[in-house]
């Protein structure tokens, strides 16, 4: 749970072992390059011309829903024909579904007319055109000037066939014209046969055609590798008849870097950052938490020089979300959908991530649930083993409201006291401690009685008298510069309504949850008032509410502890515990196929 430190490391070699020995590095896998030579190309760039076409189809064999056992090794495989094959199959399954969507719409036009074939030449220049004619607009056509005919009715429609040498204009018929095509029903049909044995083709050609998914796979990894490969060449600087290569390494794995450079006769130079060098930031998470590491770089990567918030951010997310469910049946029911994705989720490396992040989420949302006693928007029968284990009381507004607005303090005064922590020893590190002590003050204040309240009010004005001096790090060497430190302090000052407006936007978890546990409150009693209102079929409709009502409900509930439990961490904690951004360790590496 900690940022990996990191170690510069130079490589040096003859020019003539260039390629093998930065083949050997990607190899190895632990070295984020910098350039010491302007770089001409991106890897992209440099791929082969086949690999984008090679990407759009193997997408398309990976959502077919069916696949063949793959091929492991083809010794006549040809990837640049198989990916032709593939795309052709994809572009011939979308011309005949496309076809096929046509016919069905022109069939469903044509079959209320009947079999009928027109004639191969014009009527004398004349032509016929069909309309479908509701019968209370049939006085319409009273004053229609063209021959008309009615050859078909229906309790509602007429079907008309006008005679005339051009359309009828828009306004002459209540309706628009009905496109029948010049081709009979049974044409039409016999085409839709046709058709759909084609698709069944093509589908079964992309099944069989599923077997090469391995072997793409495995092609486009190699293209990967040598454009990365050609890439890295580009950034190593060619001197005489020696190269060097820099870059950023793992502090653990350094010494195998050195061990590994002994072993081909490399002079390996490994230093520590410069205070002014930016080296990349990995963060390192047991696997249980490592979701949390996605949550942190998915709004900003942590700067090098910071701390790893992963933890603290999975933690916090989790009870934030369980705060806006506020429902254990919804938790229950997020628990199940995770136990049957489980297995699924196990296939990769991410899934394994998401799937511990799902668990944690339910199981607080589970917890919290139980603790404001709502299932599915049912409150617990008195005097039994759930009822005891309620604590807190979701329309008591006076508790809920206290309850966020100390998470809200408690929030944020953690980020200004990690945030001192890592400025411990710069003047900056007492200002972020007046931060913390000023909320906590405010807290005092707010919810204590005289003799602490006034405690607090002491605490304020010394949490705030700490701001204004310690807020600027601005060097006192002429009388202006210690009016320019005052300015700088008044200026920090003014972040007191910013952190007022901060803790008061976790009054969101209060408010949020309510509404989820209120919407789940009202669909039970609207369904309890169909039933009573309407016996017999009042049951069907009270059952459909509940089930449509609480799936909408728990939808809302999900997305919103998704939206805000990350905005809390993402935008109030993140402003007060968090400074700088950092970019994301890629180290030169090969890809990896599974099998």
């Not at 040498?165 to 039409?188: K, Q």
């Not at 299932?375 to 284990?389: K, Q, T």
């Not at 510069?481 to 300015?487: E, H, M, N």
């Not at 000052?493 to 309510?514: C, E, H, P, Q």
């Amino acid at each position: 749970m900690s940022i990996v430190a990191m170690k510069k490391v130079t490589v040096c070699g003859l020019l003539k072992e260039k390629e093998p020995t930065i083949a050997g590095l990607q190899r190895l896998g632990c070295m984020h390059l910098v350039p010491l030579a302007p770089a001409p190309a991106e890897p992209e760039k440099a791929a082969p011309a086949h690999a984008v076409d090679a990407y759009r189809a193997l997408k398309y064999l990976m959502d077919g829903p069916r696949h063949r056992r793959p091929l492991r090794r083809d010794p006549n495989f040809d990837v640049e024909r198989v990916v032709a094959d593939i795309l052709a199959t994809k572009d011939a399954q979308r011309s005949f579904t496309d076809r096929h969507d046509f016919l069905v719409q022109r069939i469903a036009a044509v079959e209320p007319w009947g079999d009928f074939r027109l004639p191969a030449q014009t009527l004398g220049g004349y032509m016929l055109w069909f309309y479908i004619v509701p019968l209370r607009e049939m006085r319409a056509l009273e004053a229609l000037e063209l021959p008309w005919q009615v050859v078909h009715r229906t309790n509602k429609d007429a079907y008309v066939v006008v005679i005339a040498r051009e359309e009828p204009a828009a306004e002459a018929l209540p309706v628009p014209r009905t496109h029948t095509g010049r081709r009979s029903l049974s044409e039409l049909r016999a085409e839709l046969e046709d058709v759909e044995v084609a698709i069944e083709a093509a589908t079964a050609e992309r099944e069989a055609l599923t077997r090469y998914t391995f072997l793409l796979q495995q092609n486009l990894a190699r293209a990967e590798d040598s454009a990365a490969l050609r890439h890295a060449l580009e950034q190593a600087l060619d001197a005489e008849e020696f190269f060097a290569l820099q870059g950023w390494v793992p502090a653990p794995q350094a010494p195998d870097l050195v061990a590994a450079g002994d072993a081909h006769g490399l002079a390996v130079l490994v230093e520590d950052p410069a205070p002014d060098e930016q080296p990349p930031t990995l963060l390192d998470e047991p696997p249980a938490v490592a979701a949390g590491s996605d949550l942190a770089v998915f709004y900003q990567t942590p700067d090098y020089r910071a701390w790893d918030p992963s933890l603290l951010l999975f933690a916090s997310f989790a009870v934030f979300f369980a705060m806006i469910l506020s429902d254990a049946g919804y938790a229950v029911l997020l628990l199940l959908l995770t136990g049957y994705l489980w297995g699924r989720m196990g296939a990769s490396d991410m899934g394994r991530r998401m799937r511990n992040l799902m668990l944690a989420l339910g199981g607080a949302s589970l917890v919290y649930g139980i603790m404001v006693g709502s299932y599915f928007g049912i409150a617990p029968d008195e005097g039994g083993v759930l009822a005891a284990l309620k604590v807190l009381e979701l329309n008591d507004f006076d508790t809920m409201m206290t309850v966020s607005i100390v998470i809200g303090v408690g929030h944020i005064a953690l980020a200004n006291l990690i945030e001192a922590r890592r400025l411990w020893g710069r003047p900056a590190a007492y200002a972020r401690l007046g931060w913390a002590a000023a909320v906590l003050s405010g807290l005092l204040i707010w919810r204590g009685g005289p003799g602490v309240a006034g405690v607090g009010i002491v605490v304020l004005v010394a949490a705030l008298a700490a701001v204004f001096l310690f807020a600027s790090e601005r060097v006192v060497r002429r009388p202006v510069d210690l009016l320019r430190r005052g300015l700088d302090g008044l200026l920090a000052l003014t972040n007191v309504t910013k952190i007022f407006g901060d803790v008061l936007s976790y009054m969101r978890l209060f408010a949020l949850g309510l509404a989820s546990a209120s919407l789940a409150l009202t669909f039970n009693q609207l369904a309890g008032q169909i039933n009573d209102a309407l016996p017999g079929i009042g049951l069907f409709l009270s059952l459909l509410v509940l089930v449509v009502g609480h799936a909408l409900n728990l939808g809302l509930a999900v997305m919103s502890g998704v939206v805000h439990g990350l905005r809390l961490n993402f935008i109030e904690f993140y402003n007060w515990g968090m400074s700088g951004e950092g970019y994301a360790f890629d180290p030169l590496r090969k890809r990896e196929v599974e099998t």
